[in-house]
């Protein structure tokens, strides 16, 4: 079965600090990729999407994601963080035998102004 | 506004009384689904449905049910609720035509089984 590691469980960074959060995935074949994000008290709202072509996608608010099929990686990056980025993220992996998305356990961010 | 909505926002039961969670969505997408949310484990998925009177299990179905009569709703139903399904709960669905099977989310059902 597909699984979808994210190892930083919580990441605590100053306004400014660059951030990147790592996302492993076990699936060897052809995948859709997706970062969702969850601010406090709100629902999950698609961050971006690797579909196919160019591996590196950008997303919004200044977001992007490397997606590197070696190392069956997707990691999101911003080169600058913000007080509002505290929120919490998660990885998803769609493989073509599924409907459904395989979400990792999140990883909490904090950003302190 | 296309959306997708969930009712209640939150609830409160107690064990073995049965419940519904509705979801409903605007945008006649084909797919819809539901998650459960815990700390440390991301989200799961307990059932899902494809399209009207289609509906099959994710991985965490036990001590759920789901129905799909009507396009744009789908129920969740706990017939007799435990307190181990105390969780918060989410609602997605997504076009059977997106390319990259984008989901759209509720806002989510906090759910606590005393």
């Known amino acids: 079965a597909q699984s979808v590691s994210q190892h930083n469980h919580h990441v605590i960074l100053s306004e400014a600090a660059s951030l990147e959060l790592g996302c492993n995935y076990s699936?060897?074949?052809?995948?859709?990729l997706f970062w969702y994000v969850q601010y406090p008290g709100q629902h999950l709202q698609l961050l971006l999407k690797?579909?196919?072509?160019?591996?590196l996608v950008k997303g919004i608010k200044g977001f992007e994601a490397e997606f590197i099929k070696s190392k069956f990686s997707f990691n999101l990056r911003k080169p600058s963080v913000q007080w509002s980025d505290t929120a919490e993220y998660f990885c998803?992996?769609?493989?073509?035998?599924?409907?459904?998305?395989?979400f990792g356990s999140g990883t909490r961010l904090q950003v302190q102004p | 506004e296309a959306q997708v909505t969930q009712n209640p926002r939150y609830l409160i039961t107690v064990t073995g009384k049965k419940l519904t969670v509705t979801c409903s969505q605007n945008?006649?997408?084909?797919?819809m689904s539901w998650y459960r949310q815990d700390p440390g484990l991301g989200l799961r998925q307990i059932y899902y449905?494809?399209?009207?009177?289609?509906?099959d299990k994710g991985d965490v179905p036990e001590g759920y049910k789901v129905s799909r009569k009507e396009k744009r709703n789908f129920p969740l139903i706990l017939e007799s609720p435990s307190p181990n399904q105390t969780s918060l709960y989410f609602c997605?669905?997504?076009?059977?035509?997106?390319?990259?099977?984008?989901?759209?989310f509720g806002p989510g059902t906090r759910l606590t089984v005393t």
């Open positions: 997605a669905s997504s076009s059977r035509d997106s390319v990259s099977y984008e989901q759209y």
């Open positions: 699936y060897g074949g052809t995948v859709n």
């Open positions: 690797y579909f196919s072509g160019d591996p």
């Open positions: 998803a992996v769609k493989d073509t035998g599924r409907r459904a998305l395989t």
């Open positions: 945008m006649n997408h084909e797919y």
């Open positions: 449905s494809m399209n009207v009177e289609v509906t």
